[in-house]
């Protein structure tokens, strides 16, 4: 009975022990965010260097023209009546045809030990307006303004603008003359005057070559009633967002070329609207990012939520093996033990931001690995235990380094790995008996 209620004491003070290793896990989880607040701060910084986040809206042909309302005019002596005024405002008109083709250049901007994805970007924007007039509906040509009428491009960051200079509209040559906010909607803008030039029914192609800088993403808005976009790029990793996924993709080693067909049918905008009507573009984008494929922040949390997994199995060996060598091990050891565990997630983020990830993982794992098989073989001055506990230790961590890996595939591997670690653990303690200390043989079996 006195052997019972030491092997319960022992393994309920393993298990509170386990529960303590839990601060310092969550301590490191800390650490990890901060170094990850740490790289967002030098991505904002890079942004504001560099140029931020784009995306490219349009173009559009703005119209101003005048509004014809019929209001009361109260007046005490003749009596009140009413009169015609005009007032000012814009028609917004978008292409029958829009075609982007873009060759994104990625680069690794660093600053210190952290990085930042920039990209330059090559786009030939081209298309066509079909049926101006027809399209202003009733509006009567006296209140037309053709010679204020303006082609604008939204683009969200207007530092990111590179050798945009002209373009070529019906054949002619037009220059931008500047850039503004023009609304919350479409953000800041760049104009061009084009005069009394698109005064008619007739094709107006248009020809735009647009070299845009950015920041890891770039997305674009389909104003068209018939829109193409292709992205080339020699980045293995992108991530399409937006509300349209590529129709057709093809993603390697050495790049991607993704192509996006959509119709006005495919997504809520008007093909014209008026000033005080601009519609949202919110559920109609749609884009890329150029993902990290080394995100060592990510992969090493990741490995962090593993770590009860690691310290619990690693103290039941452990205690497998003072039931068995009828050593006695002193809660202090354990806990020294338990320490080793947790300083391989501080090493492995130390090592994982200068080093690719999979070579930290295994330098860490390689330090933890002999800390402790040298620590256990002089407790137990038994070389073999220490093989075992090496060995031992050596499969939980591949196993980990397997699951974070993995992504679709990552919880059926983890929940078989479980099972099969549970039922090693039922095979091994089966013969180990709780009531005596006559557990030594099973060292050879």
Not at 259 to 280: A, D, T
Not at 371 to 388: D, E, G, P, Q, V
Not at 415 to 442: A, H, P, Q
């Amino acid at each position: 009975m006195k052997n019972k209620n030491q092997t319960l004491l022992k393994a309920g003070i393993n298990g509170m022990l386990v529960m303590v290793m839990l601060i310092p896990t969550m301590l490191i989880q800390g650490l990890i965010r901060e170094r990850l607040n740490r790289k967002s701060d030098v991505m904002q910084e890079v942004n504001q260097k560099w140029a931020g986040n784009q995306t490219i809206s349009g173009p559009l042909i703005r119209i101003p023209y005048y509004k014809r309302q019929e209001i009361t005019v109260k007046n005490t002596k003749t009596g009140n009546y009413k009169e015609t005024q005009r007032v000012l405002t814009e028609i917004y008109l978008t292409p029958k045809n829009l075609k982007i083709e873009s060759v994104i250049k990625p680069e690794n901007r660093k600053i210190g030990i952290s990085e930042a994805i920039v990209y330059q970007s090559e786009n030939k924007i081209s298309g066509s307006y079909e049926n101006i007039k027809t399209a202003l509906g009733d509006i009567l040509e006296e209140d037309i303004l053709w010679n204020k009428a303006e082609l604008i491009i939204g683009i969200s960051d207007l530092r990111g603008i590179k050798n945009l200079k002209q373009f070529k509209l019906k054949n002619k040559i037009y220059t931008f003359e500047g850039s503004k906010s023009l609304n919350p909607v479409m953000g800041n803008v760049i104009i061009s005057q084009l005069n009394s030039n698109i005064n008619s029914n007739e094709s107006i192609p248009f020809e735009i070559d647009l070299n845009l800088n950015g920041s890891e993403t770039l997305n674009y808005i389909p104003i068209g009633e018939s829109n193409s976009f292709v992205a080339r790029s020699t980045w293995p990793n992108p991530k399409f967002s937006g509300n349209f996924l590529p129709d057709s993709r093809n993603i390697n080693d050495s790049g991607f070329v993704a192509n996006w067909n959509i119709s006005h049918l495919n997504r809520n905008l008007p093909q014209k609207w008026n000033e005080e009507n601009f519609p949202s573009f919110i559920d109609s984008t749609l884009g890329l990012s150029l993902l990290n494929p080394n995100d060592n922040y990510q992969k090493t949390e990741r490995s962090l939520k593993y770590s009860i997994l690691i310290i619990s199995l690693t103290f039941l060996a452990f205690f497998f093996l003072e039931m068995i060598l009828k050593e006695k091990i002193h809660p202090l050891q354990y806990a020294l033990v338990g320490a080793a565990l947790c300083i391989f997630y501080t090493l492995l983020l130390s090592f994982s931001e200068i080093l690719i990830f999979n070579y930290s993982y295994l330098i860490s794992t390689l330090m933890t690995l002999l800390l402790i098989t040298l620590y256990t073989r002089s407790l137990f001055k038994n070389t073999r235990m220490a093989y075992w506990i090496a060995s031992i230790l050596s499969v939980l961590y591949l196993f980990i380094f397997i699951i974070i890996q993995l992504e679709d595939t990552a919880l059926l591997i983890g929940s078989l790995g479980l099972f099969f670690i549970l039922s090693l653990t039922m095979y091994v303690s089966r013969k180990i008996n709780w009531y005596t200390d006559e557990n030594s043989d099973l060292i050879n079996n």
